[in-house]
Each structure stands twice: as C-alpha cells, then as structure tokens.
C-alpha cells in the first residue's frame, strides 16, 4: 500500500487554467521531491523541499511553484497552464536518518494534459 | 559532479531470456546505489540497492553487485518473464544529510511472450 499519494492521477485541462497537483506522504519524510517525467522517461528534478518552509528549485527550471507549510504535504501549483506544461508529475519523498542510503518513496504520478 | 550512465535502450527480449542492464557511475564519494522499476502508468518503486562496496542487491530474482573498481551497477536476472516489462532506472545517493539521487535515462524492457 503506498505511504504517498498523489492527486488526481489524470487531468486533462485548457489552456490559462491555474492548477495544484496534490502530493502528501504518511511517513513523516522531512525531504520532498517533485520530477517531471519527459516523454522519453528520464527524470527531472523540478522542485524540492528539506522540511517546513523550505524550498528550492531543481535542476530544470519550471514554471510552476511549491509551498511546505505542513510536513505531509507538498503542493504543486501552475498558475497558468500550457501545452508545454503537458507531462508526467512524479513527487517522492525520503527520511533525513540514514544519510541517503534509503532511497525515495514514490508516488503513483499525475499525468497532466494541457489542451 | 554525480552522474549515472545507463546503456541504451530499448531492449526487448523473449520470455526465460537472460537480462542484463548495464549501469556506471560517477561519484566524489562513496555512494549508496539503487536500481528502481517503473510499471505502465506507475511511480518508481525501489527494486533493489547496495550501500557500500562489494554489497549484492537482490529481489524479485533480479541481482545487482557494487563493483568499486569499475563503478559499476549492472542489473541481472536469469530468466525475464512477461511481467517484468518495465522501464528501469540505475540512480545513486552521496552519503550526506542533504543528498540528492541522482539517476540515470532510464531504460525500456520489453519482453515477448
């Protein structure tokens, strides 16, 4: 049974529409990640977050925004959607014990269409 | 910096066909090394690691050694089944509180019945 979960699974929205994807985790995982998953498959790291209030941006840069106001929870939000915008979603989270050696829990995805 | 090299895919194979998906590495350190599957219209899923050298991951009949001296990976399973179409990525994690993994491309594995 997955620990996290993400929301909705498939969204087909028009163009200039502002839209959160929902990701929250039952864990207690202080580091959250969002990838974006390009048609090809390879990863990218869009967003990430090291606990309550912090953020950062990855290693593509992306339009949309995330915010970290609770431990669980790490929304992400496109104010303005475009085609371009058209992707797979991925959040994931790990635990700070263990220095990196646990890996990232995944979640099932957001398959995102902008028409 | 980090970098995780996957060979390139796709590959297809038959079914009960010997599998192998080779993974490099470079790292400043000594890191922890993963392999996670990717099923149709799923997340990630950790299917096997190693943390430290010489260690062999395993599961689900897949196999995967941490070779220091070859910073290397590569993933093995002795018979593919049907089931085991997927796309697999090879990722490594510094040691650290703050690090991130880094993966590779990703690769297709199809098999025929």
């Known amino acids: 049974e997955a620990d996290i979960y993400q929301t909705p699974r498939y969204l087909v929205i028009g163009t200039g529409k502002k839209i959160t994807l929902e990701c929250s985790q039952t864990?207690?995982?202080?580091?959250m990640y969002w990838y974006q998953q390009d048609p090809g498959m390879e990863l990218h790291l869009i967003h990430y977050?090291?606990?309550?209030?912090?953020?950062e941006k990855g290693d593509l840069s992306s339009e949309s925004t995330v915010s970290r106001i609770r431990t669980e929870h790490f929304p992400l939000t496109l104010e303005s959607a475009r085609p371009s915008h058209t992707s797979q979603y991925l959040c994931?989270?790990?635990?700070?014990?263990?220095?990196?050696?646990?890996?990232?829990?995944f979640g099932s995805g957001t398959r995102l269409t902008v028409v | 910096g980090d970098s995780v090299t996957q060979m390139e895919g796709p590959v297809t194979l038959s079914e009960e066909a010997f599998l192998t998906i080779n993974c490099t590495y470079t790292?400043?350190?000594?890191?922890?090394l993963f392999w996670y599957v990717q099923y149709p219209g799923e997340g990630l899923q950790l299917l096997l690691k190693a943390t430290k050298a010489d260690d062999k991951g395993s599961n689900k009949g897949f196999e995967a050694t941490y070779r220091k001296e070859t910073t290397s990976f590569h993933l093995e399973k002795g018979s593919v089944q049907v089931s085991d179409s997927a796309v697999y990525f090879c990722?490594?994690?510094?040691?650290?509180?703050?690090?991130?993994?880094?993966f590779g491309k990703g690769i297709t594995l199809s098999v025929r019945p």
């Open positions: 864990m207690g995982h202080d580091k």
């Open positions: 977050s090291y606990g309550v209030n912090s953020t």
């Open positions: 990722a490594l994690s510094e040691n650290g509180a703050n690090s991130k993994l880094t």
């Open positions: 790292a400043t350190g000594y890191p922890s």
């Open positions: 994931a989270s790990s635990e700070s014990r263990g220095q990196g050696a646990r890996g990232y829990t």
